[in-house]
């Protein structure tokens, strides 16, 4: 198996640190190319973003040495920033390479980009020649079990940010927010944001109401909305759906008495109001109007927190999923390992049936088609009960952390070609692509031979 | 036969209403693996019923108050069956779920048999009457749940704290304009449903069928739904105002459904 990971992550080293180890995408190949030269690394791959600057690599014998790596690339001092560095090796290095790309290890836990930005330096490694064989079997099925994480647990499906719960709960309450418009009082930074979140998820005509006239003029420009002057408040406001309010008002703008107009004038329509004004634009009372929703910015900060929470409860599963993957992972390694001695014995003893048939076939004479399948079923029913106990011996040493030995006793025995390198588990894939079942990373021949 | 296959589906049936009953407790998990199968073969058990049902005794059989009962939980079922798939949420199971469950169980029960003259020359006007009937019926029972959704969600959204079980509901929105269709088209079902009623009534017992007390639960409900629809269009009534009287529109149409057993008139016992 032989895997690798080290480098520095959010969890091991402050921002001051993880920049110093950042490699921008431009100098990846140059990075990459470097890493491959390193006594022992087969293959290699770097992971760096804001959060993590990682290797990942694979080494023919067991033995790398990437702190080497760190030092001559990035020019370090012996021991400097070592106290930051993570290493893990084998199954660990297995597991947490499957924990980053299901986003299980990042900062906001669930988050999507990362998996994204692991899948680009996969490309980039790829492309370069530095990731090819096993090293891409693991990239992909990592690929495959963050898109499990995904689909079997909820991770991923709550919002996270203020404003992406304000569109959260708007689509709760309208539905799709296609033609839904929104009516921004204040001009606000915040304002601004969940506006464009609001549009992004299909909010149509947007309204700007400010005290200064010209900063609501051009706040609207930039939404293409319209800029509407503050003294026309009260009754332009029932237009919008969706109200969110800013200002710097000491007192609250919208009291009971306007909610009541407000609905009048909307034949009790429902309105969501988002108060993000410290002090509130909105008296609470609104919220007791039917029809109408305030959430103000503790509101909508508990959302946020409660969303979290669900994400560390939903962690777990997933935490579960990537073990019970990482245990797969590690069984079809360990069949791999054996499969190209059974193939090579399978071939090595029907060689030799087909010599000794052709050897005697002369002395047989002219066979009928029923003698004739009488003789191949024969000779092969001999040798395939002769591959029987090694097949199966080899199979149940997959499972054992000894197998090497019995795949030597059992070339020694029958005088097997020196082992070729373990043919792939699954052809090299795409990012997103799943990784063949068991039953193909099996060839044919061992299929054949399973009912015996 | 057909009342065993109707007995099944009220096993089955049983077991979505257990599922939907766990979901409101945040632990339907797994009982939802059963309950769906459960409830489509629930489906199935019940059409058959009534597709032998009429195949034995002919469609006159139908407009029993009995299988009148088994063909609107059928038709109740089916409209879940068609929210389920169109929102991909089972949360109204929690309130469609009984009755359906009820008016099978009901009907699987009962062993009256009320025979209806089919000699009459009224025969196709009482299918005519009960068909539309128990549409409507249907529609504003949907319409009924519609406003208990709104009302639990729009509560929750103002509290600040969404269940899981509400969280998986359709939006407010969708969920206001769904009642207000299935109003919409339930209420003149309802309206020429009864208006054949009425013609078959004056037929047979003159004007005095009005003091009967299914007619006069069954004209209280008319107006309740036309009051909804009314207090809809002119000030759009939604959220608790609506619940409420959607919620007593539906007590009364349930004992006007129920008066069946109290009423002479509409079981043909001539007054």
Known sequence: MNYFVLGVNHKTAPVQVRERFAVPESRLPEALAKLTTLQGVEEGMIVSTCNRVEIFARSQNGHCDLQQFVRDYFGFKAGEYEQYIFQHEQLDAVKHVFRVASSLDSMVVGESQILGQVKEAYAIARAVGAVNSQLDQLLTRAFAVAKKVRNETTIASSSVSIASVAVELAEKIFGSLNGKSVYLVGAGKMCELAARHLIAHGAKKIYVGNRTFDRAVTLAEKFDGEAIPFDRLYDTVPWADIVISSTGAPHAIFRKEHGEKFLHARKNRPMFFIDIAVPRDIDPGLNDLDGIFVYNIDDLQQVVQSHLGDRRKEAVRAEALVDEEVRKFEARAQTAEVVPTIVSLQQHLETLRQAELDRVRGRLGTLSPEQEMAVEALTRGIINKIMHTPITTLKSAARDPESTTVIDVVRKLFNLRPEEPAPPLAPPAQPERKVAVDEAETPALVKQNQKY | ?271
């Not at chain 2, 002119?234 to 959220?239: E, K, L, N, P, V």
């Open chain 2, 1 to 271: 036969m057909p009342l065993l296959w109707l007995r099944v589906a009220t096993v089955l049936y049983g077991v979505g209403l257990i599922h939907a009953i766990l979901m409101l407790r945040q632990r339907g998990e797994r009982s939802g693996r059963i309950a769906a199968p459960a409830v489509g073969l629930g489906m199935v058990f019940h059409f058959v019923s009534l597709v032998e049902t009429a195949g034995l005794y002919g469609y006159s059989e139908l407009v029993t108050i009995r299988h009148a009962e088994s063909a609107l939980a059928l038709i109740i079922a089916l409209i879940f069956t068609g929210l389920y798939l169109r929102y991909k949420t089972a949360s109204p199971a929690a309130l469609i779920f009984p009755l359906i469950f009820l008016l099978t169980f009901s009907s699987a029960l009962s062993q009256h048999k009320v025979t209806i003259s089919t000699s009459s020359i009224f025969g196709g006007w009482i299918l005519f009457h009960v068909c539309t009937l128990v549409f409507g019926y249907a529609m504003l029972f949907l319409s009924f749940v519609s406003s208990l959704l709104y009302l639990v969600l729009s509560r929750q959204l103002k509290m600040k704290q969404a269940s899981s079980w509400a969280s998986r509901m359709p939006a407010l929105q969708e969920i206001d304009e769904l009642g207000y269709k299935a109003l919409l088209l339930g209420f003149p079902f309802m309206t020429i449903g009864l208006l054949a009623g009425s013609v078959v009534a004056e037929e047979r017992f003159g004007a005095s069928f009005i003091m009967d007390p299914k007619v006069l639960l069954s004209v209280l409900m008319w107006g309740i739904y036309l009051t909804l629809l009314y207090t809809r269009w002119s000030a759009g009534w939604r959220g608790r105002k609506a619940a409420y009287l959607a919620s007593v529109g539906f007590v009364v149409s349930v004992f006007a459904w129920g008066a069946n057993y109290l009423s002479r008139l509409h079981r043909f016992i001539a007054p």
